[in-house]
């Protein structure tokens, strides 16, 4: 297995669920990784449970609400580099996310404007403020969390849909921009994970469950220095992963 000694990676939405096994993954490698969430508390224990493998390795969190636009995520996350002396974030993973679970009559302009800051416009403005750094090394790779509803839509669902959808098109031009500079741009997309994202549907009969461990596991083959997946999305059901 690769390593990733020395490497910072951040990933949002890391403090739980898909979010937290990747960091955890990330750790294992070597790597040094920033959770982005708002749950201060959380943030602080998230960090804390990710490991130590090499020398020097440190963890460290961010607490920020991206559901409130994107104006102060650039000088936030210039200020967290300079706190803990990162040169460059080599790897983002966009995993924060939130679920819509209202008809649209039923939702309001804020529940959109949430939504789409969350799961979409905010993994823009992260990899937007990355990248730069990514091309000075000519190495980056990023990976965005979508979902099957992404393609499939569900009701209750069309904004979270659309929200994930938008991340398709986003991350294939990303991933045909950036090419070039050894930055790659992938997305997962699964089904249903078993995280607090689904315990509302924990009366409802579901197959095809995955394990948010499995799933981080699924984007180690997208982070490699020498991977050459770009502008793919990974499909995860159940115990199937297809590249
Ligand atoms: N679980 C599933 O069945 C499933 C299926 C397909 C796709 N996905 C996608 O997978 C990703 C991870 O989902 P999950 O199941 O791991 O969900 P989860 O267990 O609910 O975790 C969500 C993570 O996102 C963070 N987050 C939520 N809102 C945020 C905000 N406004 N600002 C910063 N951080 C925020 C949460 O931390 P705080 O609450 O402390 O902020 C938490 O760390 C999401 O993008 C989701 O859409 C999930």
Redesign the pocket.
């Known amino acids: 297995m690769f390593k990733l000694v020395g490497i910072n990676s951040l990933v949002?939405?890391?403090?739980?669920?898909?979010?937290l096994e990747i960091s955890k993954e990330l750790a294992k490698l070597g790597s040094n990784v920033c959770i982005?969430?708002?749950?201060g508390e959380?943030?602080e224990k998230a960090v804390k449970e990710l490991p130590i493998v090499c020398e020097g390795q440190k963890h460290f969190g961010m607490v920020?609400?991206?559901?409130q636009g994107i104006h102060e995520l650039e000088p936030t996350i210039q200020k967290l580099k300079e706190m803990h002396s990162v040169k460059a974030f080599n790897i983002y993973v966009h995993?924060?996310?939130?679920?819509q679970s209202k008809l649209l009559l039923q939702t309001t302009s804020s529940d959109i404007q949430s939504i789409m800051n969350?799961?979409t416009i905010s993994a823009m403005s992260i990899s937007k403020s990355l990248l730069k750094d990514m091309v000075k090394e000519r190495y980056g790779r990023i990976v965005l969390?979508s979902?099957?509803l992404a393609a499939t839509g569900f009701p209750g669902e069309s904004v979270y849909s659309a929200s994930k959808s938008a991340l398709i098109g986003f991350s294939k031009s990303l991933a045909q921009e950036m090419n070039r500079y050894n930055i790659t741009c992938n997305l997962i997309s699964?089904?249903?994970?078993d995280?607090?994202?689904?315990k509302h549907l924990k009366n409802s009969k579901l197959s095809n469950i995955s394990k948010?461990e499995d799933v981080a596991k699924s984007i180690l083959p997208l982070l490699d220095r020498d991977s050459a997946y770009n502008g793919k999305t990974v499909k995860i059901q159940g115990d199937s992963i297809v590249y």
């Not at 890391?14 to 979010?19: E, K, P, Q, V």
């Not at 982005?36 to 749950?39: F, G, K, L, Y």
């Open positions: 949002t939405g890391g403090s739980r669920g898909i979010g982005v969430s708002r749950n959380i943030n920020y609400d991206l559901s995993s924060a996310g939130i679920i969350t799961n969390v979902s099957v699964p089904g249903y994970v995280t607090d994202m689904i948010a």
